[in-house]
């Protein structure tokens, strides 16, 4: 039973208001703040309305879920016996214009999450918030957090001003690979740019179902500007990304890198081997047939069992009841996804159970 207790990759607390992050905001902020009179900074990535943002079984009285540790751990651990779950706060500091601002809201989040969450339930375990508008000032909360070995990743959202491959990004993976952490990247956007490469939409849906290309695009950005040549040892977790898209998307990538990789030579194997080896996806929303049949078939087009990690993505309403894993996998992949795959991606995670 033990071994079938799975670590949750992706589990999302709710800042409750913005005035639970007054606090661990410093003076000249805290004013500020209180000044301006400012509002959520929730992006419209998870509108609070949205049926998809929290499952009205998990909701409380305000109509948010997770605003709690005993609530995150009586829906969300409990439930699946989970021994280690990891939070990702989705709270908009990375989509403040002002980079001042989003340092001193990424500070006072992961701040929060240590002192609120971490400290209050040893299950937990927390990605860095950084402020993606200054890559330098995001290596600098990167060796901030990674004092304390509760945070295991550094968050990113898929949604970026500019792919995240290019060059003045690399600040943030040289941080996260001197201190072991993989680099999380979420669903969700700074919303510097449309969501599809076409222009913006009209509906929620778009907007979601678009959020899969994203990750190719960074995916392939990642990997044509050569960091994970750059960076040996740094693994990619993508979250919340469906898995439906990888083998298809591997398929192209790797047979034009065949015809084009003159022009980016640092990539030396093919992409399929390098994603295979060094990306991991977390596991819901399951985007795949229902049925178990089709579930075993993904699995096979995938080519690989190391790379998908057990998550819940609560309290984002992706499955009901307790149905966070599929029908179709054998019980030796499950115990992979649940714990096997998780402890194998995240060091600081294999020291909290050894
Ligand atoms: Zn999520």
Redesign the pocket.
């Known amino acids: 039973m033990a071994a079938l207790s799975p670590i949750d990759c992706?589990v999302?607390p709710t800042v409750p208001a913005l005035s639970a992050l007054l606090p661990y905001l410093d003076d000249v902020w805290r004013d500020n703040a209180i000044r301006r009179g400012m509002d959520e900074l929730v992006t419209i990535s998870y509108p609070t309305t949205n049926p998809l943002t929290s499952r009205a079984d998990w909701r409380d009285a305000t109509g948010k879920a997770g605003t709690t540790p005993a609530a995150l751990a009586a829906q969300a651990l409990e439930p699946f016996g989970t021994q280690l779950a990891i939070c990702?706060c989705l709270y908009g500091a990375q989509a403040l214009f002002s980079e001042d601002l989003g340092v001193a809201f990424a500070r006072a989040i992961n701040d929060w999450i240590a002192r609120e969450w971490l400290d209050r339930d040893t299950r937990l375990r927390a990605s860095i918030v950084v402020p993606t508008q200054n890559p330098e000032r995001a290596a600098e909360e990167i060796d901030r957090c990674a004092a304390d070995p509760r945070f295991v990743q550094v968050l990113l959202l898929v949604g970026t001003e500019i792919p995240l491959g290019r060059r003045q990004n690399w600040p943030i993976y040289a941080a996260a690979e001197r201190h072991g952490l993989p680099v999380g990247i979420?669903?969700g956007s700074t919303y510097r740019h449309p969501v599809t490469p076409v222009g913006w939409t009209s509906y929620y849906t778009e907007d979601y179902v678009n959020q899969a290309p994203a990750f190719q695009s960074q995916l392939t950005s990642l990997l044509a500007e050569g960091v994970f040549a750059k960076f040996p040892a740094l693994t990619v977790v993508l979250?919340?990304s469906g898995v439906s898209w990888l083998p298809a998307y591997l398929w192209r990538l790797t047979k034009f890198w065949k015809g084009l990789r003159s022009e980016i030579p640092w990539v030396s194997d093919p992409p399929a081997t390098i994603v295979r080896e060094r990306v991991r996806l977390?596991m819901q929303p399951f985007d795949a047939p229902p049925d178990a049949a089709g579930v075993s078939r993904l699995m096979e087009h995938i080519g690989s069992d190391d790379m998908l990690l057990f998550a819940t993505?609560y309290p984002?309403w992706q499955f009901d009841g307790n149905a966070a894993m599929p029908d179709g996998l054998s019980p030796a992949l499950k115990q992979k996804i649940m714990t096997d795959n998780p402890l194998r991606t995240y060091a600081r995670l294999r020291e909290a159970v050894s």
């Open positions: 992706d999302h990702n979420h669903a979250m919340e977390t993505d984002h």
